[in-house]
């Protein structure tokens, strides 16, 4: 990350943020959850006649009836936690399946189509004193919103016999060298990676991204590069369901409700040091909410739980909680 340029990222403590691994075919009451595998997620109905939580839910039984129902979770340490009463008119269920992360890339000169005869660097012939000049603007945003701007600049000029191939080459070179002055403040060096691309002898370019994920940048070009096409390939995305978002969340939720600073209070109720996000799986979130009507009981649930459910792969997503949340 930055030394002299520090991004900062807010996010919500208030959240619960529980991972359930396997696919169980139904819910669990709390009895069935103690024999459980970790990672298992048990919702059940509150039985009026007894006064405890003792029935297996079913999504009919939560849809029609409305009964009051509550959440409970086995950590990483066999801990049960109990999460949230609830019923369905107080709660608003969200389903996001596993979205890849993506990192920018951006070609100077080059593309993925096939170009026609000539350069789409628009330069073919090579005159020695010739400038290259390349401009990347970091335009990641800040914690306060606002984008960095840290212009780096990057020039060749032209040598006797040298050819295209040798400059985009050299453009490469300084984009890619750790050690520059312009990668200075940087912890980590060079902060984008250029690749050399070509589609024939003489339709050469740069495709550029990021080192670290989430960086943002523009290019602009001048010199004898001013006329080369400049083409955004691919956008950031932050995805969703990924296993290190995921790992980022069920660490920092540790961390702020109880296992840090907060270390006194009871592990009963706070998440396990026990990890169980996955780095080779892949997760369908679920967020719960509380409505903001008068029948929602906000004192009674928390109002942001985030429940990542193992998929069984990038493509199929998981329905284990569809069968059961209204």
């Not at 649930?301 to 069984?312: D, M, P």
């Amino acid at each position: 990350m930055r030394i002299l340029d520090r991004k900062y990222t807010e996010f919500s403590h208030k959240a619960d943020v529980k991972i359930v691994k396997g696919l169980q075919p139904a819910a669990q009451t709390m009895t069935q959850l103690s024999v459980a595998a970790v990672g298992t997620l048990a919702i059940s109905i509150f039985n009026t006649v007894t006064g405890v939580y003792g029935t297996t839910a079913t999504k009919a039984d939560i849809t029609l009836n409305n009964p009051k129902f509550k959440l409970a979770y086995k950590d990483g340490d066999g801990t049960i936690i109990s999460l949230a009463e609830m019923s369905k008119d107080e709660i608003i269920v969200e389903k996001v399946a596993y979205k890849v992360p993506l990192k920018q890339v951006t070609a100077i000169g080059w593309n993925t189509n096939a170009l026609a005869a000539g350069s789409s660097l628009n330069y073919t012939t090579v005159v020695a004193g010739d400038e290259f000049i390349v401009r990347i603007t970091d335009t990641t945003l800040t914690g306060a919103g606002q984008p960095y701007n840290t212009l780096l600049p990057y020039t060749y000029t032209a040598k006797p016999n040298d050819t295209v191939a040798i400059i985009m080459a050299n453009l490469a070179a300084q984009i890619n060298d750790a050690t520059s002055f312009q990668h200075k403040k940087f912890e980590n060096g060079n902060p984008y990676t250029a690749t050399v691309r070509n589609t024939t002898t003489v339709d050469y370019g740069l495709e550029i991204t990021t080192v670290e994920f989430g960086e943002t940048f523009s290019v602009a070009v001048d010199g004898q590069l001013q006329y080369a096409t400049n083409n955004l390939l691919v956008s950031y995305n932050l995805g969703n369901g990924s296993a290190a978002e995921v790992a980022y969340l069920e660490e920092i939720n540790q961390y702020t409700r109880g296992n840090a600073w907060r270390n006194e209070d009871s592990s009963y109720y706070y998440p396990s040091l026990t990890k169980l996000a996955d780095a080779t799986k892949f997760y369908t979130r679920y967020k719960i909410s509380n409505k903001d009507n008068a029948l929602a009981r906000r004192d009674r649930f928390k109002t942001n739980i985030l429940i990542y459910v193992e998929q069984a792969d990038a493509d199929t997503v998981s329905t284990i909680l569809d069968i059961l949340l209204p």
